[in-house]
């Protein structure tokens, strides 16, 4: 059988530091009440509609009338979300410029709001454009680890499961890929994958 021949990226902590943390030490100076504004207000169950395609006007207004001493802060996290993102994960910028110099075919599923994405995608554009196609949970409202996002990520790149490498940090969206066949990586580090990668034959 035939091993594979692209590689699918998640993006969020694979190929960018991302947390609110690095957005909102700008604006709290205390760290226990960051803390506490992390833990409590911006949550991740929060976040994650955006991720599942609500727009950040009804999100945001819904956490406002519950902390309205927070408005300001909360009102924040639309405009300026780039700030979120903490640089490079380091390695996998040049992996990926390795992966297109070789003519590996290169695509993405990530957890992201359709509102967020296309101002992040811009930033960043020189990474992105080696990319033949990026799924975005918040467009199509599907999130991983959810079967369906997978299963129209590989109808939409021409892949079959066992034709792609897929990379990611949380285990169960790597779970999920594997379920169907696909070769599933949970990242850690560059080097590994980089290790990973050389081993189904898509770099040297």
């Given amino acids: 059988m035939a091993g594979p021949t692209a590689v699918v990226f998640d993006i969020g902590n694979v190929l960018f530091h991302w ?3 690095f957005l909102y030490e700008r604006l709290i100076g205390d ?3 960051l803390a506490a504004f992390l833990r409590d207000v911006v949550t991740t169950q929060w976040h994650f509609q955006h991720d599942a395609g609500r727009a950040f006007a009804e999100t945001s207004a819904e956490l406002t009338s519950r902390f309205p001493e927070h408005a300001e802060l909360i009102a924040a996290w639309g405009p300026r979300f780039n700030e ?4 490079a994960v380091v390695g996998m910028h040049e992996i990926v410029d390795e992966l297109g110099a070789a003519g590996v075919p290169l695509f993405a ?3 992201f709001s359709g509102e967020f994405f296309p101002p992040f995608r811009a930033e960043h554009a020189g990474l992105f454009e080696r990319f033949r196609d990026i799924v975005v ?3 199509e409202r599907l999130v991983k680890p959810d079967p369906a996002i997978y299963r129209l990520a590989l109808a939409r790149f021409g892949l079959e499961p066992g034709e792609a ?3 990611d940090d949380n285990a169960a969206n790597v779970a999920a890929a594997a379920a169907l066949g696909i070769d599933a990586v ?3 580090d560059a080097a590994e994958f980089r290790a990973h990668l050389v081993g189904a034959g898509l770099l040297q």
């Fill in 165 to 167: 490498v897929f990379v």
């Fill in 186 to 188: 949970l990242f850690s």
């Fill in 109 to 111: 599923i990530t957890n």
């Fill in 137 to 139: 949970s918040g467009d």
């Fill in 19 to 21: 947390h609110p943390r």
């Fill in 31 to 33: 760290d226990r009440a």
């Fill in 84 to 87: 979120s993102n903490g640089g």
